[in-house]
C-alpha cells in the first residue's frame, strides 16, 4: 500500500496559476504510471494528465497547452503545474498511482477553485 499527499489546492482568479504536488510514500517507479484526475461537482471523474514510467504523458483535451505534468522518482513526487485557469477547471483533484494490475491508488484530493 501506497499513501498518496495531494497539496497546492486553493482560489485563484481566472488566468492564474497553481502547482499542485502529490507525495508519495513509496517508489513512483514501481507504478506503471502516475496520474492526475479531477472532479467536478455532479460530474464523472475524469483522467486531467498522465505520465508513464517511461516520461511519456497525455492530457485531456481540455488541458492540453496549459496544464503540465512532471515527476521525479529520486523524490518520489508528481507535480500538476496548472496555468491559464478557467472556472470550468474548478474542481476537487486527485493524485492516482497506476498500478501493473490496472487498479489505482489514490491521494485524498486537493480543491481547486477558479474565480471568475
Known amino acids: 500500500q501506497v499513501q498518496l499527499v495531494e497539496s497546492g489546492g486553493g482560489l485563484v482568479q481566472t488566468g492564474g496559476s497553481l502547482r499542485l504536488s502529490c507525495a508519495a510514500s513509496?517508489?513512483?517507479?514501481?507504478?506503471?504510471?502516475m496520474d492526475w484526475y479531477r472532479q467536478a461537482p455532479e460530474k464523472q471523474r475524469e483522467l486531467v494528465a498522465r505520465?508513464?514510467?517511461?516520461?511519456?504523458?497525455n492530457y485531456a483535451d481540455s488541458v492540453k497547452g496549459r496544464f503540465g505534468i512532471s515527476r521525479d522518482n529520486t523524490k518520489n513526487t508528481v507535480w500538476l503545474q496548472m496555468n491559464s485557469l478557467k472556472p470550468e477547471d474548478t474542481a476537487v483533484y486527485y493524485c492516482a498511482a497506476l498500478r501493473p494490475n490496472g487498479d489505482h491508488y489514490w491521494g485524498q484530493g486537493t480543491q481547486v477553485t477558479v474565480s471568475s
Open positions: 505520465i508513464t514510467i517511461y516520461g511519456s504523458t
Open positions: 513509496g517508489r513512483i517507479a514501481s507504478f506503471r504510471a
